[in-house]
């Protein structure tokens, strides 16, 4: 059968490519895989017509942005290089599935990948990104947001190129907070958004749903706590250190059981995502609500299309991140998208050369103006068209330099599904049993002892 | 008054020479079908019974997908670790309530839109049909999708078109529980596998014969009589198809739960603990030893039916 000999040929020359020791073992072992990733190599062949090499960059989907970026870098190459796009699944957890199922078949389609930072733990630990040029790292993370670095760092090293950083500010109406009487230019507490919330009726926004928004939501209280859900770090599982029983732990439960139990946070809390509680907060009954900054570009459409009242988005009013005890800083979270190369990528070089052309701070600005996906570069705070369409830009830039980013691991889906699970619905957690059960579990599940 | 099927007609060999011995003829034949089946089968092997030994191998070891290097041999631990988890038999729980209440419901619904179809009016037949079939072709996703739309706290209409019944309300949260979850779940697999359930008993329904039925009226045996003393008995191996073919799917049950809950509120299915330690955790080890009892709760399941009901198969391509 000539179709296997063919197999066999192309997997054997994307091995050879590959820089892991193990190649042969984990091609073997991932030979279900393979046959799926033998379209998309097909296509990466056949796409190399007249010479010039084609960089296929997996994004997450957005409004376009990364497409026209990859158009202008295209340009911009003059023939040395065309970065051709495909989009993967929208959900972040989706996204890393598919990758590293492709990866770990010693995929050679795979030139740039968009990354969900704390996903990058693990694609570094497992050899699927390519390492990064010292002359490279050192011009991609020049005036770069703090948490966007540490975001894209593994072990001490940059493995990713920061590219647009996301974090949640307090976005609240104006009017509520004038008629609570809070003073939005001073730092908030989460006790005192509860109970003007309580006092105005209206509602809190926070994510309650058993996905990821939730453990956003606990690391950026704990974090604002002064702890962390991990500890002490490790790369052996079985040997981290989880940090949940701490003071700092229980306050952060205590906090998101307050909120849950107060009767602000809404009937649906425990399906509550970013979504649902935009939604909420453009209503009537919208007080206060944890968001990213999609918020505000996603109501001055709703006016343009003409659903909502042009005075809904003219009483927003955004604010750092609430604090949880009035004396410490609070740490935002954090996300957004940073570049791997792949490890398996034909034109390594080429894809790190591209890397820089699309978080060169032009892009970064049309990225933000265009999608509402703020720049990981600070230089593009400073430009004007950016502050006139998004007047809350230094507001996110501070938030910026304060965000904490989620546990940095290569068992981040252990971790994230433990607090998941034992943390939904918020209604339900108790600060005395929910730490050690997240605990117990966590660390079980680490040990591959339970099942997630 | 018995039941009244027909008499049990005796199965004849389709070629066999008397005395046991075989004739050319039926050497001949018997090659022929292998012929015939042999390819389906060696696709068979290849795309079934070669990942099912792939997974009950893969079982054994304590294998990371990212951290192939450390792949160790564990023999039966990953069935240990499963077993004695709550979660397993939390899930095997919740997917046999999913099971029986949905083959249930099934069962009664579809036995009923059988009926009217088969005595539907010809000419409006084949529009019914039509109508009735059109859920079984939207794709569970989808079809997972709308009903959680149609639930949803915030887009969902039930909440203001049933707020007449007690215990619901503006703010009825049908996600936020594991009853009110899992009976949106039921009802999306009800309302889009009852086509097949009663396109299966269509057939069977077609099978019964027409003498029988009038014999009955001619004895002045009321319609609910009839129905249960000769429809039903002679319909029971089209029946137990229908069930076997059902239970079968409906144990499986994934698509319609990680779109609505994503496992949430407890109401994981074996299926789905299966995706989220291969999938998500990468954990090929463990994932495959619970895909492998899954496999083995799939088969005792098809196994009790043929043996302990007795189900005919071929009855399902028409051959009683």
């Given at each position: 059968m000539p179709d296997v000999s063919w197999v066999g040929d192309d997997g054997g020359r994307a091995g050879r490519a590959g820089p892991l020791r193990s190649r042969r073992v984990r091609r073997a072992l991932a030979g279900a895989a393979a046959a799926g990733v033998l379209a998309s190599t097909l296509a990466g062949c056949g796409s190399d017509d007249g010479g010039v090499p084609t960089l296929t960059w997996y994004t997450n989907p957005d409004s376009g942005g990364q497409a026209e970026i990859a158009a202008r870098c295209t340009d911009e190459a003059g023939g040395r290089y065309r970065i051709e796009t495909s989009v993967l699944p929208r959900e972040a957890s989706e996204q890393r599935e598919q990758l590293i199922r492709r990866l770990a078949a010693n995929d050679a389609s795979i030139d740039i990948m968009s990354l969900d930072p704390p996903f990058i733990p693990e694609f570094a630990e497992a050899g699927f990104l390519a390492p990064v040029p010292e002359d490279v790292a050192e011009r991609v993370t020049e005036d770069v947001v703090d948490s966007a670095i540490e975001g894209s760092t593994w072990d001490d090293e940059l493995v990713a190129v920061p590219f647009w950083a996301n974090t949640q500010l307090l976005w609240y109406r104006e009017s509520v907070a004038e008629a609570a009487g809070l003073d939005m230019t001073q730092p908030v507490t989460w006790d005192q958004i509860v109970q003007a919330a309580q006092e105005q009726d209206v509602r809190v926004g926070v994510q309650g749903i058993r996905a990821e928004a939730l453990t956003v939501w606990f690391n950026a209280l704990i974090e604002s706590a002064g702890g962390s859900i991990i500890a002490e770090n490790s790369t052996d599982p079985s040997q981290i250190q989880l940090g949940l029983t701490s003071d700092a732990g229980r306050r952060a439960t205590e906090v998101m059981r307050d909120i849950a139990t107060s009767g602000t946070a809404g009937p649906a809390l425990s399906t509550a995502n970013e979504d649902s509680t935009a939604t909420a907060f453009e209503?009537?009954?919208?007080?206060?609500?944890?968001?990213?900054?999609?918020?505000?570009?996603?109501?001055?459409?709703?006016?343009?299309?003409?659903?909502?009242?042009?005075?809904?988005?003219?009483?927003?009013?955004?604010?750092?991140?609430?604090?949880?005890?009035?004396?410490?800083?609070?740490?935002?979270?954090?996300?957004?998208?940073?570049?791997?190369?792949?490890?398996?990528?034909?034109?390594?070089?080429?894809?790190?050369?591209?890397?820089?052309?699309?978080?060169?701070?032009?892009?970064?600005?049309?990225?933000?103006?265009?999608?509402?996906?703020?720049?990981?570069?600070?230089?593009?705070?400073?430009?004007?068209?950016?502050?006139?369409?998004?007047?809350?830009?230094?507001?996110?830039?501070?938030?910026?330099?304060?965000?904490?980013?989620?546990?940095?691991?290569?068992?981040?889906?252990?971790?994230?599904?433990?607090?998941?699970?034992?943390?939904?619905?918020?209604?339900?957690?108790?600060?005395?049993?929910?730490?050690?059960?997240?605990?117990?579990?966590?660390?079980?599940?680490?040990?591959?002892?339970?099942?997630? | 008054m018995t039941q009244t099927t027909l008499p049990p007609v005796e199965k004849t060999q389709p070629v066999s020479a008397p005395g046991g011995t075989t004739s050319d003829r039926a050497r001949s034949e018997r090659k022929l079908g292998w012929l015939l089946a042999g390819p389906a089968l060696a696709v068979m092997l290849l795309v079934t019974a070669y990942p099912i030994a792939q997974a009950v191998y893969d079982s054994l070891f304590d294998f990371r997908l990212t951290d192939p290097d450390n792949r160790s041999f564990t023999g039966l631990s990953n069935y240990g670790v499963i077993l004695s988890d709550w979660l397993w038999w939390r899930s095997l729980l919740v997917t046999g309530f999913i099971t029986l209440v949905t083959v249930a419901v099934e069962l009664v619904l579809g036995f009923a839109l059988a009926m009217v179809m088969a005595k539907a009016l010809s000419t409006i037949r084949p529009v019914l049909r039509a109508a009735i079939l059109i859920p079984y072709a939207v794709i569970t996703v989808v079809s997972a999708f709308a009903w959680q739309f149609a639930f949803d706290i915030q887009t969902g209409f039930i909440n203001s078109w049933f707020s007449f019944l007690p215990g619901i309300g503006e703010d009825t949260d049908w996600f936020g529980g594991t009853w009110t979850s899992l009976l949106v779940i039921c009802l999306a697999e009800i309302w889009k596998t009852t086509p097949f359930i009663s396109l299966l008993l269509l057939a069977g329904l077609a099978q019964v014969p027409e003498v029988l039925q009038e014999a009955a009226k001619v004895d002045g045996a009321t319609w609910w009589q009839r129905m249960r003393r000769v429809t039903l008995p002679n319909m029971k191996a089209a029946i137990m198809v229908a069930l076997l073919f059902r239970t079968l799917d409906a144990f499986r049950v994934f698509d319609s739960i990680f779109i609505m809950t994503g496992g949430a509120n407890a109401t994981e299915s074996v299926s789905f603990l299966a995706y989220r330690q291969t999938i998500s955790r990468l954990e090929i080890g463990l994932g495959s030893a619970v895909s492998v009892l899954l496999f083995l709760a799939v088969v005792f399941i098809a196994m009790s039916f043929i043996k302990g009901f007795k189900v005919d198969l071929s009855q399902s391509r028409g051959e009683g």
């Amino acid at each position: 059968m000539p179709d296997v000999s063919w197999v066999g040929d192309d997997g054997g020359r994307a091995g050879r490519a590959g820089p892991l020791r193990s190649r042969r073992v984990r091609r073997a072992l991932a030979g279900a895989a393979a046959a799926g990733v033998l379209a998309s190599t097909l296509a990466g062949c056949g796409s190399d017509d007249g010479g010039v090499p084609t960089l296929t960059w997996y994004t997450n989907p957005d409004s376009g942005g990364q497409a026209e970026i990859a158009a202008r870098c295209t340009d911009e190459a003059g023939g040395r290089y065309r970065i051709e796009t495909s989009v993967l699944p929208r959900e972040a957890s989706e996204q890393r599935e598919q990758l590293i199922r492709r990866l770990a078949a010693n995929d050679a389609s795979i030139d740039i990948m968009s990354l969900d930072p704390p996903f990058i733990p693990e694609f570094a630990e497992a050899g699927f990104l390519a390492p990064v040029p010292e002359d490279v790292a050192e011009r991609v993370t020049e005036d770069v947001v703090d948490s966007a670095i540490e975001g894209s760092t593994w072990d001490d090293e940059l493995v990713a190129v920061p590219f647009w950083a996301n974090t949640q500010l307090l976005w609240y109406r104006e009017s509520v907070a004038e008629a609570a009487g809070l003073d939005m230019t001073q730092p908030v507490t989460w006790d005192q958004i509860v109970q003007a919330a309580q006092e105005q009726d209206v509602r809190v926004g926070v994510q309650g749903i058993r996905a990821e928004a939730l453990t956003v939501w606990f690391n950026a209280l704990i974090e604002s706590a002064g702890g962390s859900i991990i500890a002490e770090n490790s790369t052996d599982p079985s040997q981290i250190q989880l940090g949940l029983t701490s003071d700092a732990g229980r306050r952060a439960t205590e906090v998101m059981r307050d909120i849950a139990t107060s009767g602000t946070a809404g009937p649906a809390l425990s399906t509550a995502n970013e979504d649902s509680t935009a939604t909420a907060f453009e209503s009537p009954e919208g007080g206060f609500n944890v968001n990213y900054p999609f918020v505000y570009p996603r109501a001055l459409a709703a006016v343009e299309a003409g659903t909502m009242e042009a005075s809904v988005p003219e009483d927003y009013g955004w604010a750092i991140y609430p604090r949880v005890d009035a004396e410490t800083e609070a740490a935002p979270p954090y996300g957004g998208i940073n570049l791997g190369v792949g490890a398996f990528s034909q034109n390594v070089d080429l894809a790190y050369e591209a890397t820089e052309c699309i978080t060169s701070t032009e892009n970064q600005a049309y990225y933000f103006t265009t999608n509402g996906n703020p720049a990981s570069d600070t230089a593009v705070y400073d430009d004007p068209e950016v502050l006139e369409q998004f007047p809350m830009a230094p507001t996110i830039r501070d938030s910026l330099e304060l965000a904490a980013p989620r546990p940095q691991t290569p068992y981040y889906s252990e971790v994230s599904g433990g607090i998941q699970r034992v943390y939904h619905p918020p209604s339900s957690v108790d600060p005395q049993e929910t730490p050690e059960a997240a605990t117990d579990l966590i660390t079980a599940v680490l040990r591959k002892e339970q099942l997630l | 008054m018995t039941q009244t099927t027909l008499p049990p007609v005796e199965k004849t060999q389709p070629v066999s020479a008397p005395g046991g011995t075989t004739s050319d003829r039926a050497r001949s034949e018997r090659k022929l079908g292998w012929l015939l089946a042999g390819p389906a089968l060696a696709v068979m092997l290849l795309v079934t019974a070669y990942p099912i030994a792939q997974a009950v191998y893969d079982s054994l070891f304590d294998f990371r997908l990212t951290d192939p290097d450390n792949r160790s041999f564990t023999g039966l631990s990953n069935y240990g670790v499963i077993l004695s988890d709550w979660l397993w038999w939390r899930s095997l729980l919740v997917t046999g309530f999913i099971t029986l209440v949905t083959v249930a419901v099934e069962l009664v619904l579809g036995f009923a839109l059988a009926m009217v179809m088969a005595k539907a009016l010809s000419t409006i037949r084949p529009v019914l049909r039509a109508a009735i079939l059109i859920p079984y072709a939207v794709i569970t996703v989808v079809s997972a999708f709308a009903w959680q739309f149609a639930f949803d706290i915030q887009t969902g209409f039930i909440n203001s078109w049933f707020s007449f019944l007690p215990g619901i309300g503006e703010d009825t949260d049908w996600f936020g529980g594991t009853w009110t979850s899992l009976l949106v779940i039921c009802l999306a697999e009800i309302w889009k596998t009852t086509p097949f359930i009663s396109l299966l008993l269509l057939a069977g329904l077609a099978q019964v014969p027409e003498v029988l039925q009038e014999a009955a009226k001619v004895d002045g045996a009321t319609w609910w009589q009839r129905m249960r003393r000769v429809t039903l008995p002679n319909m029971k191996a089209a029946i137990m198809v229908a069930l076997l073919f059902r239970t079968l799917d409906a144990f499986r049950v994934f698509d319609s739960i990680f779109i609505m809950t994503g496992g949430a509120n407890a109401t994981e299915s074996v299926s789905f603990l299966a995706y989220r330690q291969t999938i998500s955790r990468l954990e090929i080890g463990l994932g495959s030893a619970v895909s492998v009892l899954l496999f083995l709760a799939v088969v005792f399941i098809a196994m009790s039916f043929i043996k302990g009901f007795k189900v005919d198969l071929s009855q399902s391509r028409g051959e009683g």
